[in-house]
C-alpha cells in the first residue's frame, strides 16, 4: 500500500521522525521543483537514498575511493543480469568482495547526509510511502521481502547530524561564503539508463523553448494518485500503533490516547518543525523495553525540538551516547522502570549498567523511571548518580486506570523534560578553554619557522584530548613525527614517535580527512585506523577521535591525530578547531612568503 502527502502540511522533519518512531518500512519518495529524492527505510531505520535522482551510493562510493569505476561497472552489470532478483547495489559490491563493511557505512552515510540537508529546507512538495516495494531509483526496484541490507543507521542520528550541517551552511550563507553544491561534487560517473533517456527527451522540447519556464512557480502542481494510493494521515498511523499496544482496552480509551498523541502529531505551520530543531539541538536517549513508552515519548518530545533514540540493547546504548557527544550535544539518559523488564536477570543487568554509565558518562544527566521506590532503592538510585526518580504507572498497579494514568505521566513527563533541558542548555564548557585558545593563536602568530605550527596545534589538541600525534603526510603514509600521552605522561610534553606509520593504499578515515581537508571528530570503526594505529599504541576507552588537518594551497601537509585515552569523550567545539586550523594555515602562508621574499636579491 503507498501513502502520499503534501509537504505544505507535515514537514520533512516530522515525516522522519514519525517513520522512525513507527518502525516503519518501505520507500519514501519526495517530489519538488528540484526534482525527486527517495530514502529507504527498514524497520525505522535508513538503508539507502538517492539525491534528486543525480546522486547515487555507486557515485558516492567510487568517487570517495572506496570503490573503483571498474567495479561500480561490474556491480552494475550483475544486478541488471539478475533481473528480478537483483540485490541492493551495497549488498551487490559487497557479495563480489569489492566493498568492506566500514567503507561501505561511510558511504551510505554520506549519500543519506547529502540528500537530508537538502530536503529539511523543502516547504513545498509531495511525499509518497511505498510500503510495499525498496525503489531506490526508477529502474531498480526490488520487493521489500528481499531487503536484507546489512548496513543500516539510525534515522534520528543522521536528522541530527543533517540539521546541524544544515544550520551550518545557512550561516555561510547568510555571511557571503561559498556553498559548494552536492550534486556537483557527486555527478554521476556511470549515468543511469533512465538518466539518459529523460536528457534525451529534454534535447527534443522543454518548458524554455515553449517560452513556459516560469510554469512552475506560477501554478501548483497536482501530483497524480493511483487507485491503490491513500493520503498519508500520521494520525491514522498512531492509531494502528495504539490499537495494538492497547488492544485490551475498550476503543474509547484507544481513541483518547491517539487523541492525546495527536497534538504533537499536527504541525500548525511546516516551517515550525525547523525552526524547533536548527541550532543546538536536544537529544533524549529512552532505555526501555516498552513499545508503549518508548512510542509516546519519541512522539510528544518532537514538539519541543527534542529528539528521542529508544533502545533495550547496551551496546546500543553505548554508541548512541557516544555519536552523540561526538557532535557536541549532551543528551538526557532515561532508564525504564526495572520492572517492564521481564526477568530478574535483565533488572540485575540495569543496575549493572546504571553503574558502568555513571564511570563512563558523568556528564550526562539521567533520570530513572519507577512505578514504586522503597527507601534503600531510592539511596541505591541517587549512589549510581541519577538525577531524579520520576513516578510512571504501571497496569499491575492500576489497570483500569492505567491509560489515563500514563497520559497524565506522559504529559507530567514532557514539561519536565522541557525544564530539564532550559536548565542544561547552559552547560559551561570546561575551564580555561578561552585562555587556551588565546595561547593557541598566540604561539602559532609567534611561529618563526613553517614546523612550528604542528607543534602548536599538537600542544593545542593534547589541551583537549589524552592523547595527540602530528602525522606528517607523505605519499603512501603518513609518517610519525611528535606525540603527547602516547609513550608518555602528557606533563612530559612533546616526545618522538618517528616510527609510527600509518598506510594510505586504500580509502579509509585518514584519507578522507587528507583529500577533503576537512576536520573530523566522531566515532569510527575504520580498518586502518584499529588495525594499523590502535595496534601499536592501544585502543582508547572511547571510539571518538580527532583530526585535525593543516594545509598548505589546498594541500594537506600534516595531520594532528587526538582521542581520549581512559577516559569518555567530552563535548568539543569543532567550529572553534576549524579557527585554530584556519589561522595556522594564514601563518603557514606568510611564513613560506616571507622565506621566499627574503631569498630574493635585492636590485
Known amino acids: ?40 527505510f527498514s524497520n525505522g531505520y535508513i538503508v539507502g537514498a538517492s539525491h534528486l535522482n543525480k546522486v547515487r551510493i555507486g557515485t558516492v562510493l567510487e568517487k570517495t575511493g572506496a570503490i573503483t569505476i571498474e567495479d561500480l561497472k561490474h556491480a552494475l552489470s550483475v544486478q541488471k543480469k539478475a533481473g528480478r532478483n537483483r540485490k541492493p547495489l551495497m549488498a551487490t559490491l559487497m557479495a563480489m568482495g569489492k566493498l568492506g563493511h566500514d567503507a561501505a557505512f561511510r558511504g551510505l552515510r554520506k549519500l543519506i547526509e547529502i540528500t537530508m540537508v537538502e530536503l529539511i529546507g523543502w516547504t513545498q512538495g509531495t511525499f509518497t510511502l511505498d510500503a510495499d516495494v525498496i525503489s531506490v531509483s526508477p529502474e531498480c526496484s526490488y520487493p521489500l521481502s528481499q531487503m536484507d ?26 555571511s557571503g561564503k561559498p556553498v559548494p553544491s552536492d550534486e556537483e561534487l557527486f555527478s554521476d560517473v556511470v549515468p543511469s539508463e533512465t538518466a539518459a533517456a529523460d536528457s534525451k527527451k529534454r534535447q527534443v522540447i522543454s518548458a524554455d523553448v515553449l517560452g513556459l519556464g516560469d510554469l512552475d512557480h506560477l501554478e501548483r502542481k497536482i501530483p497524480h494518485f493511483s487507485p491503490a494510493t491513500e493520503f498519508f494521515d500520521p494520525v491514522e498511523i498512531h492509531r494502528q500503533q495504539i ?7 475498550p476503543v474509547e480509551e484507544q481513541e483518547a490516547f491517539v487523541s492525546f498523541l495527536k497534538r504533537s502529531t499536527v504541525s500548525i505551520d511546516t516551517r515550525d518543525s525547523l525552526s524547533r530543531l536548527t541550532g543546538r539541538t536536544s537529544a533524549l536517549v529512552l532505555f526501555s523495553a516498552d513499545d508503549l513508552i518508548t512510542h509516546s515519548v519519541m512522539t510528544i518530545c518532537k514538539d519541543d525540538g527534542v529528539l528521542v533514540f529508544a533502545t533495550e540493547q547496551e551496546e546500543e546504548l553505548y554508541r548512541i551516547l557516544d555519536q552523540c557527544l561526538a557532535i557536541k550535544v549532551l543528551p538526557v539518559l532515561v532508564f525504564d522502570d526495572p520492572g517492564t523488564f521481564e526477568s530478574v536477570v535483565a533488572r540485575e543487568a540495569l543496575v549493572s549498567l546504571r553503574q558502568k554509565v555513571a564511570e563512563r558518562y558523568g556528564r550526562v544527566l539521567t533520570v530513572q523511571l519507577s512505578s514504586s521506590v522503597d527507601y534503600s532503592s531510592m539511596l541505591e538510585l541517587y549512589h549510581d548518580r541519577i538525577r531524579a526518580v520520576f513516578p510512571r504507572p504501571t497496569e499491575q498497579t492500576r489497570k483500569t486506570a492505567f491509560v489515563a494514568d500514563t497520559i497524565a505521566f506522559l504529559e507530567t513527563f514532557s514539561a519536565y523534560i522541557r525544564g530539564l533541558f532550559d536548565e542544561y542548555k547552559d552547560d559551561v564548557p570546561p575551564e580555561g578553554r578561552t585562555v587556551r585558545l588565546k595561547d593557541c593563536v598566540s604561539a602559532l602568530r609567534g611561529a618563526v619557522r613553517p614546523a612550528d605550527l604542528p607543534l602548536s596545534l599538537l600542544q593545542y589538541v593534547s589541551g583537549i584530548c589524552e592523547r595527540a600525534i602530528i602525522f606528517v603526510v607523505r605519499q603512501a603514509e603518513l609518517a610519525g613525527d611528535k606525540a603527547i600521552g602516547v609513550y608518555a605522561d602528557k606533563d612530559a610534553g612533546p616526545t618522538s614517535v618517528t616510527r609510527l606509520r600509518v598506510p594510505l593504499v586504500k580509502a579509509s578515515l585518514f584519507s578522507d ?17 584499529s588495525g594499523h594505529l590502535f595496534e601499536v599504541i592501544g585502543e582508547p576507552l572511547s571510539p571518538t577521535v580527532l583530526l585535525l588537518p593543516l594545509r598548505q594551497k589546498e594541500k594537506t601537509i600534516a595531520v594532528i ?18 579557527t585554530i586550523s584556519e589561522v595556522a594555515e594564514l601563518v603557514l602562508e606568510n611564513t613560506l612568503y616571507r622565506k621566499q621574499t627574503a631569498k630574493k636579491p635585492v636590485k
Do not use: W
Request: proline share 1%; hydrophobic share 35%; aromatic share 8%.
Open 561 to 578: 591525530y587526538g582521542d581520549f585515552g581512559s577516559k569518555e569523550a567530552p563535548r568539543v567545539d569543532c567550529d572553534e578547531l576549524r
Open 1 to 40: 500500500m503507498a501513502f502520499t502527502g503534501d509537504l505544505e502540511q507535515l514537514h520533512i522533519v516530522d515525516i522522519i521522525q514519525l517513520l522512525n518512531t513507527t518502525r516503519k518500512s518501505g520507500t519514501f519518495s519526495v517530489r519538488g521543483q528540484r526534482g525527486e529524492s527517495r530514502i529507504i
Open 513 to 529: 580527512v587528507i583529500n577533503s581537508g576537512q576536520l573530523f571528530y566522531g566515532t569510527s570503526s575504520d580498518e586502518v585506523l
Open 149 to 174: 541490507q546489512e548496513i543500516s543507521l539510525d534515522a534520528q542520528m543522521v536528522l541530527m547530524d543533517a540539521l546541524r550541517i544544515f544550520d551550518e551552511r545557512e550561516r555561510d550563507r547568510q
Open 243 to 249: 490499537k495494538d499496544l492497547l488492544s485490551g482496552y
